[in-house]
Structures are given as C-alpha cells and as structure tokens.
C-alpha cells in the first residue's frame, strides 16, 4: 500500500509561481512512476506531468511553465509550477504507478493523494 500526500496548494495571482509536494510513504519508492494530475473547477480531471527516472513528460498545457522533479531518498515528488493562469486552477492530485513506463493515463495509477487546491486569481 503507497499512501500519497500532497502539500503547497494555496491561493496566487496570475503570473506567479508555485511549488507543490507529494510526499509517499512505501520503501520501494524509486520503484514507481509519479504523475500529477488535476481537475478544474466543471472539468475532469487531466494529466499534467509524470515521471520514472529523471526528466518529466508534460500536457501541452503547461509544457515550459512547469517543472517534475524527484528525490528518492526523500519519497518525494515536487511540481514547480512557474507563470501560473487562471486556467491552472484545479485540485492538484499526485499518483503513483506500479508499470515500467511513464503513464500519462489515470487508469494506469495505482496509487492517489487526497489532492490540494490551486487558486490562481486574475
């Protein structure tokens, strides 16, 4: 069982930055692939960013404005999230996956966080 939880929602103005967490607690950590996810306010919810190894794959929506990194000696997975749009504003879920690859489908994420709100104010 991995449990995922994420930190660093909050409310920002247009233009600013932000830096979410997601903490998990499993010992085979490196093991998995992570991914972000979110889901705006009337919309489902869409894939943002994931990762195995190093170096993320990204929705076209956010490519060259936000950041995947990890640390795996620290269970963590961080999303910085630069230049931030009204359009961002979701709940911002971090999910795990047990498959060799880097999904960018939810259906293939085992594991979910509670999520944490991202208010970006015009």
């Known amino acids: 069982q991995v449990q995922l939880v994420e930190s660093g929602g909050g409310l920002v103005q247009a233009g600013d930055s932000l830096r979410l967490s997601c903490a998990a607690s499993v010992r085979t950590f490196s093991s998995y692939a992570m991914g972000w996810f979110r889901q705006g306010p009337g919309k489902e919810r869409e894939f943002v960013a994931a990762?195995?190894?190093?170096?993320?794959i990204y929705a076209n929506s956010v490519k060259g404005r936000f950041t995947i990194s990890r640390d795996n000696a620290k269970n963590t997975v961080t999303l910085q999230m630069n230049s931030l749009k009204p359009e961002d504003t979701a709940v911002y879920y971090c999910?795990?996956?047990?498959?060799?690859?880097?999904?960018?489908?939810?259906?293939?994420?085992?594991?979910w966080g509670q999520g944490t709100q991202v208010t970006v104010s015009s």
């Open positions: 990762i195995r190894w190093s170096g993320g």
């Open positions: 999910a795990a996956s047990n498959t060799a690859l880097v999904p960018t489908t939810q259906r293939r994420y085992d594991y």
